[in-house]
């Protein structure tokens, strides 16, 4: 149980940190963070908890991340449902704080964004649903290339939490305007309930996109760096060894 609230205190960190850098702090009247400040505020939120929690549950904070793992032989299928689960609860609960913080100022209306992810009229650049799916798949799937690659046995041993933060960052910076991005099924859903109609009715294409870009951000890994697995009997998840036909067991 240890592993899986890690993986709810880590998710709940990341949707409160980064969502509730775009709801209270990104506008604020003359000293507002804009939209570097929201995208340093997410990349900060997994550089800091894979710091904290990477050692307990690898700090997946996010569905497609842990499904992209499976596909990439580092996960194992078994604890996919409830990693699943606690980063969706962890999400949720952070939504409801951010929810309970937000209500506290006059004139707020969650009806007005509160973060969500969309497409169309609820666009931030007013991006259609064939860009948003496109974009939503793609920065995902970089972003499995950059984990699976920093958390390799050949990379630089200790710097994948900078590397990884860095690189939810530049995601960020890259498609906000196009889908407020997500790249996070449970990131989208934390705040879509609370928002409900249109952001509940958009949310499947921020659990679809996200998993097929995982899936696919594996297989472009498994093409370009792949090497024999060996089995971790600590952490039941497989690592990639960098000498072929050597195991190693962590």
């Not at 505020?41 to 996010?62: D, E, K, P, Y």
């Not at 699943?84 to 949720?92: T, W």
């Not at 690659?149 to 960052?169: H, M, S, V, Y």
């Not at 109609?197 to 899936?215: K, R, S, Y």
């Amino acid at each position: 149980m240890r592993v899986y609230s890690a993986e709810f205190v880590g998710t709940f960190w990341l949707v409160l940190g980064g969502c509730g850098s775009a709801v209270l702090a990104a506008t604020f009247p003359g000293v507002g963070i804009g939209l570097l400040g929201v995208s340093l505020a997410f990349g900060l939120t997994v550089l800091t908890m894979a710091f904290a929690i990477g050692h307990i549950s690898g700090c997946h904070l996010n569905p497609a991340v842990s499904i992209g793992l499976w596909a990439g032989g580092r996960f194992p299928a078994q604890k996919l449902g409830p990693y699943i689960v606690a980063q969706v609860l962890g999400a949720v609960v952070a939504g409801g704080v951010l929810f309970l913080i937000a209500s506290g100022k006059a004139g707020f209306d969650v009806s007005d964004g509160f973060a969500a992810n969309g497409y169309g009229v609820h666009s931030p650049g007013g991006y259609s649903l064939p860009a948003a799916l496109v974009t939503e798949m793609v920065m995902t799937m970089m972003f499995l290339v950059i984990i699976l690659g920093a958390t390799d046995k050949r990379a630089p041993q200790g710097l994948a939490p900078i590397a990884i933060g860095l690189g939810l960052t530049l995601i960020n910076l890259i498609s906000i305007p196009v889908t407020n991005t997500s790249v996070n099924p449970a990131r989208s859903t934390g705040v879509a309930i609370y928002v409900g109609g249109w952001a509940l009715a958009q949310l499947w294409v921020f659990w679809i996109a996200p998993i097929v870009g995982a899936v696919l951000g594996a297989s472009v890994y498994g093409f370009i760096g792949g090497e024999e697995r060996s089995s971790s009997s600590s952490a039941g998840v497989t690592e990639w060894t960098s000498t072929p036909q050597k195991k190693a067991t962590a």
